[in-house]
Nanobody
Framework: QVHLLESGGGLAQAGGSLRLSCAAS????????MGWFRQAPGKDREFVAA????????YYSESVKGRFDISRDNVKKTEYLEMNSLKPEDTAVYYC???????????????????WGQGTQVTVSS
């Protein structure tokens, strides 16, 4: 089992920045990748960014590329999402996810993850 604890959500103005953190505990040695997804009211959960745990390869959705930066600290077992140039359309509940799946893992899809955090609200005002 892997347990995920998110922090860092809150309120920001358009053009501002926020940093999300997600601390992993438990069987973290099994983790292949970690990611961030978000869900706005009335919309499906969508992929935001992902990073492979050992190689550090990163993936971004087109809507956040160039504005958001995902990183991880293998010692602290924590991933981060630095969100810059925030827009009102970035408002959503942001979920941290971890994958310990084997085989072909699509890290840009929610099916590629087997552990989820509880979510943290990000609100961007115009």
């Amino acid at each position: 089992q892997v347990h995920l604890l998110e922090s860092g959500g809150g309120l920001a103005q358009a053009g501002g920045s926020l940093r999300l953190s997600c601390a992993a505990s438990g069987r973290t040695s099994d983790m292949y990748a970690m990611g961030w997804f978000r869900q706005a009211p009335g919309k499906d959960r969508e992929f935001v960014a992902a990073i492979t745990w050992h190689g550090g390869t990163t993936y971004y959705s087109e809507s956040v590329k160039g504005r958001f930066d995902i990183s991880r600290d293998n010692v602290k077992k924590t991933e981060y999402l630095e969100m810059n140039s925030l827009k009102p359309e970035d408002t959503a509940v942001y979920y941290c996810a971890a994958s310990s799946l084997t085989g072909i893992v699509v890290v840009t899809n929610h099916s590629g993850y087997d552990y989820w955090g509880q979510g943290t609200q990000v609100t961007v005002s115009s």
